[in-house]
């Protein structure tokens, strides 16, 4: 069989208009399930354009790419972008607004619709969108007599004491903003207050204490290098909080049971998880040709089927609200009972602020000042303090 790129290359060599989609999937299950949809466009399209999809290495690296087509004016017909890139790209006045043109519109999920308007426009379609969720070793939990916890408190006590019980932490995060997103959230966090981002806010120095006393006490362990599902089989795996989208390769990696369930939250109702992954943004300064296949791509990836074999094949959550009722899903769930979390946690997340300068807030603060306080080179006030001090500057243009 054919590697669905060189088939993509062979229908493009052919087609009248090329449309480029630059993303951020370096490979595994999200990448080919785009490149899959591109091949049923294409095939579909055929002698009238094309959709390319071009891998820009990571999300970071699509911005940091997109960024330089700015200056350079070879900015593609499409690209995958997140809220804050959206808002950073209007700066520039770089989009043209999709207002009119999705015609699966009415049936995507309003929630992640919502957070692509700007000023009233619609300016991204939802396309690979996750939810965290918790991912769990089925088998140590059963081991140890331990239910999947229901709460925040029960999360921490069960990581406790099956941590106690192992001799080593059961509880596996990444040190980044998008676990501590996750506590933070639950704890009562936001970050915007009264339009000023604050980032050392006494819920934030609470979740970041939390994370900072699960490691001193043993039963959470930070995983510096590479993501969680790349991490198994060096230690004892009992849980983890991290993005929907991760499944099909926690699922690869696990050499045991592997379960999912919507996160801790309260005895009311499950936690709220972090909104990511990204929309499907269209350029405004390309080829009128290549925007018009690129709007009949949004519209084939939006539509309840694709939607359906997306999700199904990714984890990522269906955001036409049909998929569900696509037999590619049904069978998907017959088979597959644990996916129903990602559609129910989807009804409990949140976005981070979709502000232009977010994504180096997340990263470059306050992603640096979750790793020092959780790897013990500041506590988590000074950390965050600080922080806030740099987010300040940043903001007031003292430094970019
Ligand atoms: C990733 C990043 C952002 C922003 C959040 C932002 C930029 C976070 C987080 C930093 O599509 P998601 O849910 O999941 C990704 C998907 C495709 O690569 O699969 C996940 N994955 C991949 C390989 C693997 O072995 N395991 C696995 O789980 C992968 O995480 O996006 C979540 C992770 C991060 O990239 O380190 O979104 N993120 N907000 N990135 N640039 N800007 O504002």
């Keep these: 069989q054919q590697k669905a790129e060189d088939v993509i290359k062979a229908q493009c060599e052919k087609a009248p208009v090329v449309a480029e989609l630059w993303h951020g999937f370096r490979g595994g299950a999200p990448r080919a399930a785009l490149e899959n949809l591109a091949v049923e466009f294409n095939k579909m399209n055929a002698g009238k354009g094309c959709v390319r999809p071009i ?12 960024k330089a087509a700015f200056a350079a004016g070879n900015l593609p017909a499409m690209a995958q972008a997140f809220e804050n890139n959206i808002a950073l790209y209007l700066e520039a006045n770089a989009l043209l607004p999709l207002d009119g043109k999705l015609e699966h519109l009415s049936d995507l999920n309003p929630f992640f619709v919502n957070a692509v ?22 088998d140590l939990l ?6 999947v916890p229901k709460t925040l408190d029960d999360f921490i006590a069960a990581a406790k004491k099956i941590s106690e019980a192992e001799g080593e932490p059961v509880y596996w995060f990444r040190p980044d903003t998008s676990t501590y997103a996750y506590w933070f959230f639950n704890m ?19 979740a970041l204490e939390t994370l900072v006393q699960g490691v001193k006490d043993g039963w959470a362990k930070p995983i510096t290098s590479g993501y969680i599902n790349q991490n198994f089989g060096k230690g004892v795996y009992g849980f983890s909080t991290d ?15 592997l379960g999912i369930a919507t996160l801790p939250g309260t005895a009311a109702h499950p936690g709220y998880g972090l909104v990511q992954g990204t929309n499907l943004i269209v350029f405004k300064d390309v080829d009128t040709k290549q925007q018009a296949v690129a709007f009949q791509f949004l519209n084939f990836v939006s539509g309840p089927k694709a939607q359906a074999l997306f999700a199904a094949a990714t984890g990522y959550v269906p955001i036409n609200l049909k998929a569900v009722d696509e037999p590619v899903l049904q069978d998907h769930l017959m088979e597959n009972p644990d996916f129903q979390v990602v559609i129910d946690q989807a ?52 430094i970019r």
């Design 347 to 398: 009804n409990y997340a949140a976005f981070e602020p979709a502000i232009p300068e977010w994504e180096q807030i997340r990263f470059d603060i306050l992603g640096q000042a979750i790793t020092e306080a959780v790897l013990g080179k500041a506590t988590p006030k000074e950390a965050l303090d600080k922080a806030q001090k740099q987010v300040e500057d940043l903001l007031s243009g003292k």
């Design 117 to 138: 308007k700007f000023d009233g426009k619609l300016y991204g379609l939802p396309f690979n969108k996750s939810v965290q969720i918790l991912y769990f070793n089925r």
């Design 188 to 206: 009562g966090g936001s970050y915007l207050h009264d339009g000023k981002v604050v980032v050392n806010s006494p819920e934030g120095v609470k």
């Design 142 to 147: 059963s081991k140890h007599g331990v239910d």
């Design 243 to 257: 993005s929907s989208a991760g499944y099909s390769y926690y699922l690869r990696a696990a050499k045991f049971d």
């Design 55 to 66: 891998s820009q290495g990571g999300y970071r690296d699509l911005s940091t790419k997109i």
